[in-house]
């Protein structure tokens, strides 16, 4: 089950000072749906030594962080597997018996199937919250550090919410920090007695609490929330680069005292971090993420308005007519097979590269011409694409762009 706070224990013990002092070396991996042996090596070796030649194998690769571990105590997390194949297993834990006695490898996953390949010793099973720990956390959110007992006209209410929300922390914290704004007893019944609860859950895969968090938020918020679903899962974006992107489409109201537009959407971004939907990177302090389900509840808000294309052959994003937005992830050589479906979104206004490695990449010319032609452009990424050495002149005809990214 998704939500449990599997990651977040999993980063608690990563992070203690004193696991710092006991193990030599440490590196965490996102791993997510699609289990790449090749991306898990290289993102572990970029941990732990901090660069690497982007240019080689797997085979290389492996050897590589081999020699990095032989005789050293290392900590290794493996967060969000869903791989079921052993034989990838295998190939990918082949370094990892160069190690010192006493390394640890720390899978989080929601399928029993999955642990019972990867494990040695036996799974350990989160449960969800007691009702008064389910409590404490949504109080935490929602009365913002003040006494509960201050509010005696929402306790009740409160304590009904938190029983809806099932045990699971990450709804106790989205609905914490929806009510945070609205300390007003009609609006807290509201969330209590919505039909968003009677929704099945396997209806749509969103847990109810995340569909509430979203539909009580402001419009302009909304707006802005939804953009996110741009993002890959797992994505580390910085505050400003988002930021950006919001204000080259058009996404924020101006202030109405004329203020900064920069200012409107600091203000947004941090009012969507207090309702939980970002969290803090742990890898880079100065990046954040947003948690699975709050990408999937993005992306069922936006459908196929905005599309994620991965994998040489794009994954299962279909791009169409109705596409207005479209992000890249970075494979070494993004062939023209990838975006054959680019000419489809005549309106396109986001072509925008997420980067997956720290290899260089390769694009095929012929999408440089299929974007000079999609005049309502407002974000044009062209980040590490390294055999483009001059922009065409037709450039110039992009009247609306807005944010160029070399």
């Not at 991996?29 to 042996?37: G, I, N, P």
């Not at 440089?368 to 001059?390: F, G, P, Q, W």
Request: charged share 25%; glycine share 6%.
């Amino acid at each position: 089950m998704g939500g449990l706070g599997k990651t977040t224990l999993a980063q608690l013990i990563y992070n203690d000072p004193r696991v710092d002092k006991w193990f030599d070396r440490k590196a965490w991996v996102c791993v997510s749906e699609e289990f790449d042996a090749f991306k898990v090596t290289k993102t572990i070796l970029e941990e732990i030594i901090c660069s690497c030649d982007g240019n080689q194998n797997l085979n290389q690769l492996q050897l590589k962080l081999k020699e990095q571990l032989s005789g050293k105590k290392y900590l290794i997390i493996l967060d969000d597997v869903w791989n079921k194949n052993y034989f990838h297993w295998k190939e990918l834990a082949s370094p990892f018996t160069s190690g010192a006695k006493n390394s640890k490898i720390i899978v989080t996953t929601r399928d029993e199937n999955v642990a019972a390949i990867m494990r040695n010793v036996p799974t350990y099973r989160l449960d969800v919250l007691s009702d008064d720990d389910c409590w404490k956390l949504f109080a935490k959110h929602a009365f913002d550090g003040s006494s509960p007992a201050k509010h005696p006209d929402l306790m009740a209410i409160g304590e009904a919410i938190v029983k809806r929300c099932g045990g699971l922390p990450l709804a106790a914290k989205a609905l914490g920090g929806l009510l945070r704004c609205k300390p007003d007893a009609d609006e807290w019944k509201k969330i209590l007695h919505s039909n968003f609860w009677d929704i099945p859950n396997d209806a749509t895969n969103i847990l109810p609490a995340l569909t509430l968090s979203y539909h009580y938020l402001p419009s302009h918020l909304k707006r802005c929330f939804a953009y996110c679903s741009i993002f890959p899962k797992d994505y580390e974006f910085e505050k400003e680069e988002l930021i950006q992107l919001w204000m080259a489409e058009g996404l924020l109201e101006l202030p109405k005292d004329n203020g900064d537009l920069e200012e409107r959407g600091t203000e947004c971004f941090k009012d969507l971090r207090l309702r939980s939907f970002f969290q803090q990177s742990k890898r880079k302090k100065s990046c954040f993420v947003m948690h699975d389900l709050i990408s999937d509840l993005a992306k069922s808000v936006t459908g196929e308005f905005i599309c994620t294309l991965e994998g040489s052959g794009g994954g299962s994003c279909v791009i169409t007519e109705r596409t207005r937005h479209l992000s890249n992830v970075q494979e070494r050589y993004d062939v023209r097979q990838k975006f054959q479906s680019l000419a489809k979104a005549k309106g396109l206004r986001t072509f925008l590269i997420t980067k997956s490695g720290w290899y260089s990449s390769f694009v095929s010319d012929v999408l440089m011409h299929d974007l000079m032609v999609k005049s309502s452009l407002r974000v044009l990424s062209l980040a590490e694409y390294t055999n483009i050495k001059n922009l065409p002149e037709d450039i110039g005809n992009l009247k609306h762009l807005r944010n160029l990214n070399l």
